[in-house]
């Protein structure tokens, strides 16, 4: 029982295309995030969402959205790939609990390719 | 602008021993989110602690302690009793309070080995 689903867990594709990954959490948390880690392993956060407010990271360029048609999920689009876009792309969504303490999951990844 | 120090690039430690992760970091804000993160060598990305910076209580889950020293903008992580399963790299992360994770800034990442 996965507690954060990301889909496809591979993707390859072509410099120009469009293409979406999408990312489902059962946990019931309020917020979700997309992370970024490049080939040199660098991490670096995308998007934070939870029913009420969008933060973006300044540095991602336009040409990725996030899109949650719910509190469960958190897609995210990338248009025009390039292929610095190559990486792997974590979703994750997190909950602060009655006791004060964070809980937070990733999803598996997935490692896109541009080629 | 933020940043997030993680001055060891690799540790390597024999099974049993103790090793502490340093993660020293630059804000101006006053109100600040710190976090760890684990990343065994499958990949998976593991949340482990998100920390406020007006608590400054030490903590410890298991083999695992946080010692936050906010006078040395400091936030080490330390194994106590290290195990192979342990191996991994550990990302340190610093945030605005206000943006929650949404803001956050990456160290590097120590890569931790444990021998057996």
């Known amino acids: 029982d996965t507690a954060v689903s990301q889909t496809p867990k591979y993707l390859v594709t072509q410099m120009g295309n469009d293409k979406s990954i999408k990312c489902e959490q059962n946990?019931?948390?309020?917020?979700m995030y997309w992370y970024k880690q490049d080939s040199k392993k660098f991490l670096k956060i995308m998007f934070s969402?939870?029913?009420?407010?969008?933060?973006i990271n300044e540095t991602v360029p336009n040409r990725f959205s996030p899109k949650s048609p719910d509190k469960a999920h958190l897609n995210l689009h990338i248009n025009s790939l390039e292929l610095g876009d190559s990486a792997v792309y974590f979703c994750?969504?997190?909950?602060?609990?009655?006791?004060?303490?964070?809980?937070?999951?990733f999803g598996q990844g997935t490692r896109l390719t541009v080629v | 602008a933020q940043k997030v120090t993680q001055a060891q690039t690799e540790i390597s430690v024999v099974e049993k021993e103790d090793v502490t992760l340093d993660c020293v970091y630059e804000?101006?804000?006053?109100?600040?989110?710190l976090f760890w993160y684990k990343q065994p060598p499958s990949g998976e990305l593991v949340f482990l602690i998100r920390?406020?910076?007006?608590?400054?209580q030490n903590e410890i889950s298991g083999r695992y302690s946080w010692n936050f020293q906010k006078s040395t903008s400091s936030f080490n992580f330390t194994i106590t009793a290290s195990q192979v399963v342990d191996s991994a790299v550990y990302f340190c992360?610093?945030?605005?309070?206000?943006?929650?994770?949404?803001?956050?800034?990456f160290g590097d990442g120590t890569t931790l080995t444990v021998k057996p």
């Open positions: 994750a969504s997190s909950q602060v609990k009655g006791n004060g303490k964070t809980e937070a999951f």
């Open positions: 946990l019931g948390h309020d917020t």
């Open positions: 969402y939870n029913n009420k407010e969008l933060i």
């Open positions: 804000t101006r804000d006053t109100t600040y989110y």
């Open positions: 920390r406020n910076s007006f608590d400054e």
């Open positions: 992360a610093l945030s605005e309070a206000m943006r929650d994770a949404g803001k956050s800034t």
